[in-house]
C-alpha cells in the first residue's frame, strides 16, 4: 500500500448519517444565497467574491458545518463585506456538481474574479471569515508597532515581515509578489524602516529566521512557511500533503511535548531539506498512532519515508538528545534499521478454512515461499465491494481446494502491511495473482465472478486446466 500519507486518513474520511433530508430553508439562513443548474456563472459574473458550499442534505459533516457556515455570513453582513456564500445541494443539482468535479462532501470553493480557488481554512465561523479576508484582502499589513506584539495578539502562527525603506526596491516588490501567490501559507507584514531592508520569518515557539538575499524568495517562503516541529491538524495537513519532503511524526502528550521540544527542533534543522518533523497530538490521536504508525509507547517516532516507516528506539530517551535523533536517520539510510510492519498476529493454521488468512508478517512465507501460485485479495472490513465478492471468493476458495498448487488468501489491508513496494494499494477490493516462485504480482483485474476468476488462472497459473467440476 502506498503509505505515506495513510496516516491521516482520520481527518479525511467523512462520516455519514442518512436522516431526513431538510428544506434549505430549514439549514440556511437568509444570508446564505442557494444556487440552482444555471444560475452559478450568472452569480460569479455579478459577484466579485463568491465562496461555495457544495453539500449534501445527509452529510454529517455538512450538518455540523452548516451553522457555522450561517454565522460566517452574519460576520460578514455585519463587516458590509461584499463577500458572497452560497450553498448547492449537490444532490439535487447534479448537472453542476458534476461540472466542478465534486466527489465529495462539503465541499468549498471560493472564486475571487472568477478565478477558482479551492476551500484550505478551518470549520468554525471565525475560521471560515479569517481564511476569506486573507484570500481576498490586502496581502501586505503595514504595521507601526512592534511585530511580536501583533503576532502575539492576533495568534498567528506563521509570519513574514518586511523592514523596507521604500517601496520601490526589489525586496519590497518581490515580496508583494511573493506575498500574492502564498497567501494560504502565511501572514505578511511590513514596517517603514528609513535604515534598512531586512526580512524575517516568524513562527510560534520558534525562533525568527532571517532572509538571505542570497536564496531565491520563493524558496525562503516555502521552506520557511513549515515550522521545524509544529502540530499537525486538518488545516495545515493538505500543505505537508502537498510537500515532497518526507514526514517524521512525533507522538507526544503536551508535558511531552515541552520536554523533547528543543531537541527535536535542532534535529529537525539538521534534517530539514528531507523532512518536515510533525506533532500528532497525544491522547486525542493515539489509536491513530498506534493503528498506523505502529507506536506502542509515547512519546514516540515513526518516520514515513518513500521507501517504508521506521521506528525509533527508546524513545522517551532518545527524543531528549538530538544527536540519538540524527543518527537514527543516519542509520535508516545506511540500512541499519529494520522497516516497521504493521501487521495483525499471525493466525493459527485453520486446515478446515478455504480462505488462507494472511497478515503483514506472514505475507512473504505465504505468498512468496509457499512454492504455489497465490491469488490474494486485500480487502477492508468496511467495504461494500468486498462484502458483494466474500461469497464470490468463498466459493472459488472452496471448489479450488483440491489443487494443492494454489492458495486462494485474503490480508486485511486496513491492518496490515506489506515490505515489498511492488505490492502497493490505494482502494479495495484489491486482487493480485503471483506465481509460483515469482515475487512479481499480477494485478487482477477481470470480472469479479466464478467464471472471471477460473478463466483468469486458466491463463496464468502453473498447472492447467483449472475447473470447478467435480
Not at 363 to 375: C, E, P, T
Request: aromatic letters at 12%.
Amino acid at each position: 500500500m502506498n503509505t505515506k500519507y495513510i496516516s491521516f486518513f482520520l481527518f479525511l474520511i467523512p462520516y455519514i448519517f442518512k436522516n431526513h433530508v431538510s428544506a434549505h430553508e430549514d439549514m440556511f439562513n437568509e444570508n446564505v444565497t442557494t444556487i440552482h443548474d444555471g444560475e452559478l456563472n450568472k452569480f460569479i459574473t455579478n459577484n466579485e467574491i463568491v465562496l461555495t458550499m457544495f453539500y449534501a442534505p445527509w452529510c454529517g459533516h455538512c450538518k455540523r458545518l452548516i451553522p457555522e457556515y450561517n454565522e460566517a455570513a452574519n460576520i460578514l453582513l455585519e463587516k458590509k463585506s461584499n463577500i458572497k456564500l452560497v450553498s448547492i445541494d449537490a444532490t439535487t443539482e447534479s448537472a453542476l456538481a458534476q461540472e466542478y468535479g465534486i466527489t465529495g462532501y462539503p465541499t468549498l470553493i471560493l472564486f475571487n474574479k472568477k478565478n477558482r480557488v479551492n476551500y484550505g481554512g478551518g470549520r468554525t465561523a471565525q475560521t471560515i471569515v479569517e481564511w476569506l479576508l486573507q484570500m481576498t484582502g490586502p496581502v501586505l499589513t503595514e504595521i507601526t508597532g512592534n511585530i511580536e506584539d501583533v503576532l502575539a495578539e492576533n495568534k498567528i502562527a506563521v509570519a513574514f515581515y518586511l523592514e523596507y525603506t521604500s517601496q520601490d526596491n526589489e525586496l519590497f516588490k518581490n515580496f508583494n509578489k511573493a506575498g500574492e501567490e502564498n497567501r494560504e501559507v502565511a501572514k505578511f507584514f511590513i514596517k517603514k524602516n528609513d535604515k534598512h531592508d531586512k526580512l524575517y520569518c516568524y513562527r510560534k515557539d520558534e525562533d525568527k529566521v532571517e532572509y538571505d538575499e542570497k536564496t531565491p524568495l520563493e524558496n525562503f517562503i516555502t521552506t520557511e512557511s513549515f515550522p521545524l516541529f509544529g502540530e499537525i491538524n486538518t488545516e495545515n495537513y493538505r500543505f505537508y500533503a502537498e510537500s515532497p519532503k518526507e514526514l517524521v511524526w512525533v507522538c507526544a502528550t503536551n508535558e511531552q511535548y515541552e520536554e523533547i521540544k528543543k531537541e527535536v527542533r535542532l534535529a529537525a534543522q539538521e534534517l530539514r531539506d528531507k523532512t518536515h518533523f510533525v506533532l500528532l497530538n497525544i491522547p486525542e490521536y493515539s489509536d491513530h498512532a498506534k493503528a498506523s504508525l505502529g507506536l506502542t509507547e509515547f512519546p514516540g517516532l515513526a518516520y514515513q519515508s518513500n521507501e517504508g516507516r521506521y521506528l525509533l528506539s527508546n524513545p522517551k530517551e532518545s527524543l531528549k538528545d538530538h544527536k540519538v535523533i540524527i543518527n537514527f536517520f543516519k542509520d535508516v539510510e545506511a540500512g541499519k534499521i529494520e522497516k516497521s510492519l504493521k501487521s495483525e498476529p499471525v493466525p493459527e493454521e485453520d486446515k478446515n478454512a478455504n480462505v488462507k488468512v494472511v497478515v503483514g508478517n506472514s505475507f512473504i512465507d505465504v505468498v512468496l515461499k509457499s512454492g504455489k501460485d497465490v491469488l490474494i485479495e486485500i480487502y477492508a472490513p468496511w467495504c461494500g465491494h468486498c462484502k458483494k465478492l466474500e461469497p464470490i471468493y468463498e466459493e472459488l476458495a472452496k471448489k479450488l481446494k483440491k489443487y494443492d498448487s494454489i492458495i486462494i488468501a485474503k490480508m486485511d489491508g486496513t491492518l496490515n502491511e506489506t515490505p515489498l513496494k511492488d505490492f502497493e494499494w490505494s482502494g479495495f477490493p484489491t486482487i493480485f495473482f503471483v506465481k509460483a516462485g515469482s515475487k512479481v504480482p499480477l494485478p487482477y483485474e477481470g470480472e469479479r465472478s466464478l467464471k472471471g476468476f477460473i478463466d483468469f488462472l486458466n491463463k496464468h497459473a502453473t498447472n492447467t486446466p483449472i475447473t470447478v467440476e467435480g
